[in-house]
């Protein structure tokens, strides 16, 4: 079955940057590469909410409030996806969750919490 791990977490300064990985096992490499992969972010009594996903083709969308800082990438012969957070704000503190295959019926990591405070 697939599993997804999500990496790269912590705690960060405002205006700091931080990479998350997020590494997908159980499936082969060209299976990985047709996935539609992204990460998604959460606090505690809120909905979870679109950070960036990437196509098969590459093709990206972003949310609305992370668009121009942060960078979705993807290693498919690591089965990888990758979020370059760039000046990161207070309000990007979330608990950010990787997923394959789309929200409805797809795959779930656990998360990986990012907390953003001076």
């Known amino acids: 079955q697939v599993q997804l791990v999500e990496s790269g977490g912590g705690l960060v300064q405002p205006g700091g940057s931080l990479r998350l990985s997020c590494t997908a096992s159980?499936?082969?490499?060209?299976?990985?590469?047709?996935?539609?992969m992204g990460w998604y972010r959460q606090t505690p009594g809120k909905e979870r909410d679109l950070v960036a996903r990437?196509?098969?083709?590459?093709?990206?969308e972003y949310g609305d409030f992370v668009r121009g800082r942060f960078t979705i990438s993807r290693d498919n012969a690591k089965n990888t996806v990758y979020l370059q957070m760039n000046n990161l704000k207070i309000e990007d503190t979330a608990r950010y969750y990787c997923?394959?295959?789309?929200?409805?019926?797809?795959?779930w990591g656990k998360g990986t919490l990012v907390t953003v405070s001076s």
């Open positions: 990437t196509t098969r083709n590459r093709i990206t």
């Open positions: 159980g499936l082969v490499s060209s299976v990985y590469a047709r996935y539609a």
């Open positions: 997923n394959a295959g789309g929200t409805a019926g797809g795959h």
